[in-house]
Nanobody
Framework: QVQLVESGGGLVQAGGSLRLSCAVS????????MGWFRQVPGKERESVAA????????YYADSVKGRFTISRDNAKNTVYLRMNSLKPEDTAVYYC?????????????????????WGQGTQVTVSS
């Protein structure tokens, strides 16, 4: 059974930084495209960033472009989301997800429909 466990969330002041981690177990991490999403209670889930496994293509939501960086360490079965210049509007529960599809080597999609496995989330709160 594939499990994803996020960590690294917390409370940070506006302008600060955090690095989220997502450890994946029970599957073939190196063959998964990975994505980060976030959700605020009462609002729809929002895509944040994605990373394919072969071409290492990345894709970012416009709202985080230039501030967030997604990366992976296949030796540690972990994907990261480095978040700089945080804003109060970045406050949300952040989820990682894994795409095991046939095109995952080339696909860095922000569409949640492509993701097969999801973590439980980690809270990020940015104070003004």
């Amino acid at each position: 059974q594939v499990q994803l466990v996020e960590s690294g969330g917390g409370l940070v002041q506006a302008g600060g930084s955090l690095r989220l981690s997502c450890a994946v177990s029970g599957g073939t991490f190196s063959r998964y495209a990975m994505g980060w999403f976030r959700q605020v209670p009462g609002k729809e889930r929002e895509s944040v960033a994605a990373l394919s496994w072969f071409t290492m293509s990345t894709y970012y939501a416009d709202s985080v472009k230039g501030r967030f960086t997604i990366s992976r360490d296949n030796a540690k079965n972990t994907v990261y989301l480095r978040m700089n210049s945080l804003k109060p509007e970045d406050t949300a529960v952040y989820y990682c997800a894994a795409d095991r599809g046939d095109d995952a080597g080339f696909r860095a999609s922000l569409a949640s429909m492509f993701y097969d496995y999801w973590g439980q989330g980690t809270q990020v709160t940015v104070s003004s």
